[in-house]
């Protein structure tokens, strides 16, 4: 009992000496802030200023001798003064559960630290994203599902996957229509302690036979039912047996795009043989 009681006391006294501690650092920081104009505003009549910037801190109750979170706010007056006030808050943390799961971790949440929680909130999850789109389109006075509201894309692109430097054998996939250094036609090994030029040839080579490819792929896809979505099976048939029509799986304006986009490429990184591969496919009728 005697060993327990002295390690109560030293405990007590650690804490005690890190209070202290904790309070001549507050100390000096408060006086150091009240010498640049930033005085703690406690009492008196109400004062109106903008806030500068925020910091997280602590406060001690000088009753309890208890130390809380807090934040430090700080704010200019129109006549040019400043001062500083103390915004006390509780600690807080999120916790992301499975759906229709809340409860079940509440209750399980407020038995296994009864003691130590002060309070539960169930909140749902908001989408950032969602708020600042709806913002901005009424900033411009666009509804919400106006066809207006649409997000399309400026551009499409092509990433040629697992293209490995010749010289480090770096392995990394290439977005031919938005990588920067790729634009401005900077062939080179993206690691920094390599820089090696890469072998445009081999990759225009990788491009034409992806092309013939996808070509290939198209004059041999499947045709489907425009009715029932089912891909046709008899070969002489007109229709399908739901009397429905049959049409290509991948229409011309869908393979044109795509064949637009390596033409884009070829242009912009002067691959002759491409252009001419994908120029003469988009002619064709």
């Known amino acids: 009992?005697?060993?327990?009681?002295?390690?109560?006391?030293?405990?007590?006294?650690?804490?005690?000496?890190?209070?202290?501690?904790?309070?001549?650092?507050?100390?000096?920081?408060?006086?150091?802030?009240?010498?640049?104009?930033?005085?703690?505003?406690?009492?008196?009549?109400?004062?109106?200023?903008?806030?500068?910037?925020?910091?997280?801190?602590?406060?001690?109750?000088?009753e309890t001798r208890k130390v809380y979170s807090c934040v430090d706010l700080y704010f200019v007056c129109q006549d040019g003064s400043t001062f500083k006030a103390k915004y006390k808050f509780r600690p807080y943390f999120y916790v992301a559960t499975k759906d229709k799961m809340e409860m079940d971790v509440e209750a399980y949440l407020r038995r296994r630290y009864e003691s130590q929680i002060a309070d539960i909130e169930i909140l749902?999850?908001?989408?950032?994203?969602?708020?600042?789109?709806?913002?901005?389109?009424?900033l411009v006075r666009v509804r919400e599902f106006a066809p207006e509201a649409e997000f399309h894309g400026l551009s499409m692109s092509y990433t040629l996957p697992n293209v490995i430097c010749s010289y480090c054998n770096d392995c990394r996939d290439l977005d031919l229509c938005r990588?920067?250094?790729?634009?401005?036609?900077?062939?080179?090994?993206?690691?920094?302690?390599?820089?090696?030029?890469?072998?445009?040839?081999a990759t225009e080579n990788a491009l034409i036979q992806i092309v013939r490819q996808r070509e290939r792929l198209y004059?041999?896809?499947?045709?489907?039912?425009?009715?029932?979505h089912q891909i046709k099976a008899a070969h002489l048939a007109d229709h399908c047996t739901c009397a429905g029509s049959f049409s290509?799986?991948?229409?011309?304006?869908?393979?044109?795009?795509?064949?637009q986009v390596f033409f884009n490429i070829a242009v912009n990184q002067k691959f002759q043989l491409l252009q001419e591969c994908t120029s003469w496919i988009l002619e064709a009728r």
Not at 124 to 138: A, H, V
Not at 179 to 195: M, N, S
Request: proline share 2%; hydrophobic share 30%.
């Open 1 to 62: 009992m005697n060993g327990g009681g002295d390690n109560r006391r030293r405990d007590w006294r650690d804490t005690t000496r890190i209070s202290k501690k904790q309070k001549l650092i507050l100390n000096s920081e408060e006086q150091l802030e009240s010498k640049l104009g930033f005085d703690v505003f406690t009492e008196g009549d109400k004062r109106l200023g903008w806030l500068l910037t925020l910091a997280s801190s602590s406060w001690e109750d000088q």
């Open 124 to 138: 749902e999850k908001e989408d950032l994203d969602l708020i600042m789109r709806r913002n901005l389109l009424k």
């Open 179 to 201: 990588d920067r250094a790729l634009i401005y036609q900077e062939w080179r090994c993206a690691v920094p302690q390599c820089g090696q030029p890469c072998d445009r040839e």
């Open 219 to 228: 004059h041999l896809q499947d045709l489907v039912c425009l009715k029932c």
């Open 248 to 259: 290509c799986k991948e229409g011309v304006s869908e393979f044109r795009n795509k064949m």
